[in-house]
């Protein structure tokens, strides 16, 4: 496996087995596509409820100033 840089799919793969303490091939023998999906589309609500609050912030500091 070469590290995907420009590869959002294997990106995540790397994040989610460091996450979980195991390779990449150890995650791809023991999850099924169904599970790893899933596992996307919480890292996916995750990142966008960051962005959400990140940009909240940044309104609330311009209106302060």
């Known amino acids: 496996l ?6 959002p ?13 195991m390779t990449v091939g150890e995650l791809l023998d023991r999850m099924d596509s169904a599970e790893l999906t ?5 890292y996916q609500i995750e990142a966008d409820e960051r962005s959400r ?5 940044k309104q609330r500091n311009r209106s302060r100033q």
């Open 2 to 7: 070469g590290f995907g840089g420009g590869n």
């Open 9 to 21: 799919e294997l990106r995540f793969y790397f994040h989610l087995a460091r996450e979980l303490g």
């Open 38 to 42: 899933a596992w996307r589309a919480l």
């Open 53 to 57: 609050a990140s940009e909240m912030a």
